[in-house]
């Protein structure tokens, strides 16, 4: 489980090839601080395992699945990234509960710039359109945002300058996809209420 708070932009340093899937070797600092082999990490909000973990970055594996749900199979080498260690026992809970469950792709349509801070436009596919609520959140390439405004095809999330200086938000241009995470509990709710007793 991840909290949404990205800890550091990392930098996919090389893409190799496995028999159905990918490996990537991500370049990074900080989060290799005391990330061990096995342990789970986000990149751009996609759950991984971390594999040959060294002190200058670590691999992962990307099953098909992965490739076929998130941005993941379109990033090449010395594409930024965000990463997040999972959560401990004793981890501040500042964002939301993100699982790296990626439930689709968005599309990055604009970012617009209001003095220090900015705001910016995502698309996303009908099917998650239900999840989404006015002030809720939302994880985007693994970020905890909150909706400002939406409708029925794209949101608007307000976003601070050290979140646009330490995210791939800057990074994006537009008609860029994203992973997005729709917040779990909306989830739950909508499954147990189709099993609500008939009365």
């Known amino acids: ?16 090839s496995l028999a159905d899937g990918r490996r990537i070797r991500v370049a990074a600092s900080v989060v290799t601080s005391d990330l061990k082999n096995g342990d789970s990490i986000a990149v751009n909000g996609v ?6 973990v060294h002190r200058s970055g670590f691999f992962a594996d990307i099953s098909p699945e992965t490739l076929s749900r ?11 990234v965000n990463l997040e260690r999972s959560v401990t026992p004793n981890t501040r809970l500042g964002g939301h509960i993100v699982q790296g469950h990626v439930d689709g792709c968005g ?7 209001n003095g220090d801070f900015w705001t910016v436009t995502v698309g996303f596919p009908r099917d998650l359109g239900r999840y989404f609520v006015h002030k809720g959140s939302v994880a985007v390439d693994g970020i905890s945002l909150t909706i400002a405004e939406l409708n029925e095809t794209n949101f608007q999330i307000a976003v601070i300058p050290k979140t646009w200086e330490m995210t791939d938000l800057s990074t994006l241009k537009q008609s860029d996809s994203v992973n997005l995470e729709v917040d779990v509990i909306a989830k ?5 209420l189709q099993f609500r007793p008939i009365q």
């Open 107 to 113: 599309e990055f349509l604009a970012a617009e710039a």
């Open 188 to 192: 739950y709710v909508e499954r147990m």
């Open 47 to 52: 759950c991984l395992t971390a594999l040959d």
């Open 1 to 16: 489980m991840f909290t949404g708070l990205i800890e550091e932009l990392g930098t996919i340093a090389d893409v190799g």
């Open 70 to 80: 998130t941005t993941l199979g379109k990033l090449g080498a010395g594409a930024r």
